[in-house]
């Protein structure tokens, strides 16, 4: 099978990592995958916080679960009360990536760089988990100063964050596609 298309089908959503530290070679790489996604208009209006500080991450976590607490959702809920529940599933490494908040399409800009970020992951048989927590935690004043430590270039927020880090789970399939979900007009 095609090499791109193995790695894209053994990705998965890995929420248990070991404690070893992923390497900064690996690390290297996988930014710069991230750095070479499309961006509208070729802008590139993305910051990557490498964030390897547990205390931050914890902090992140803990404002996060507040406001899941306080949704309007069971399942959100649930994990929100949840004590042993860490939205990194302290994943050693976790990629914030930000983007400029007035440039043309941020949300999608920092989505597709995070999908590179996640299969040059997988390709280096590191596990990747896309986390919204980062994201989450501007809707609070409390969340803000948190992202005041991030020291995000002026204009710039999180919209998502990628838990890294070397698996400790058995690797398990993708399970079955919808059907029914493309179209051809011709
Ligand atoms: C926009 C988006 C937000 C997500 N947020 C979270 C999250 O906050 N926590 C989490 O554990 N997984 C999160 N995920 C991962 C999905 O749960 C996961 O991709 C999905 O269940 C499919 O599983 P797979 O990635 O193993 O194929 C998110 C994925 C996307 C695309």
């Not at 994990?79 to 440039?103: C, K, M, R, W, Y």
């Not at 890294?164 to 179209?183: D, F, I, M, S």
Request: net charge neutral; glycine share 6%; proline share 4%.
């Amino acid at each position: 099978m095609n090499e791109i298309m193995n790695v894209i089908k053994s990705r998965r959503s890995i929420r248990s990592f070991s404690d070893e530290q992923i390497r900064q070679e690996e690390i290297d790489l996988i930014l710069e995958a991230g750095m070479y996604a499309p961006s509208a208009a070729g802008r590139q209006a993305w910051h990557f916080s490498v964030v390897q500080n547990k205390h931050i991450l914890d902090e992140i976590s803990s404002e996060a679960k507040k406001i899941y607490c306080s949704m309007n959702n069971e399942f959100l809920k649930k994990l929100g009360s949840n004590e042993q529940f860490h939205t990194f599933f302290h994943a050693p490494t976790v990629i914030i990536v930000s983007g400029d908040v007035n440039s043309i399409a941020p949300n999608s800009d920092c989505a597709v760089a995070a999908q590179n970020i996640m299969l040059v992951a997988e390709a280096l048989q590191i596990g990747s988990c896309w986390v919204s927590a980062a994201a989450v935690i501007t809707q609070t004043g409390e969340g803000k100063k948190i992202i005041k430590d991030l020291e995000l270039p002026e204009g710039y927020a999180p919209f998502n964050s990628i838990a890294l880090g070397y698996k400790k789970t058995e690797r398990l399939n993708a399970p079955p596609r919808r059907e029914g979900v493309v179209t051809y007009i011709r």
